[in-house]
């Protein structure tokens, strides 16, 4: 079954950086597009970052110029660089693959605090 690990996440002051990497297994890894997600408190979860199988990106305006979506097809991973980070930020981020039926499978997700 589809499986989503993420790490990476914790506490950083204003204008630091922090990479979350999300390890997938479960399904042939590079025939799907991934991303990450985030949701803070009082909040819906939304879109950050999306990368398809063949390496193309998106950003949500937020974040454009600030983070960076990658993927090692090898180690079937997907990480989110996160840089110039904003207390806006924090948040609950959640690393997903879009399952080509119009629906999403989710990992648990890693808290990202920026204070």
């Known amino acids: 079954h589809v499986q989503l690990v993420e790490s990476g996440g914790g506490s950083v002051q204003t204008g630091g950086s922090l990479r979350l990497s999300c390890e997938a297994s479960?399904?042939?890894?590079?025939?799907?597009?991934m991303g990450w997600f985030c949701q803070a408190p009082g909040k819906e979860r939304e879109g950050v970052a999306a990368?398809?199988?063949?390496?193309?990106?998106s950003y949500v305006d937020s974040v454009k110029g600030r983070f960076t979506i990658s993927r090692d097809i090898a180690k079937n991973t997907v990480d989110l660089q996160m840089r110039q980070l904003k207390s806006e930020d924090t948040a609950l981020y959640y690393c997903?693959?879009?399952?080509?039926?119009?629906?999403?499978?989710w990992g648990q997700g890693t808290q990202v605090t920026v204070s």
């Open positions: 997903a693959r879009f399952n080509g039926m119009g629906g999403l499978d």
């Open positions: 479960g399904f042939t890894y590079n025939r799907y597009s």
């Open positions: 990368i398809d199988s063949d390496g193309r990106t």
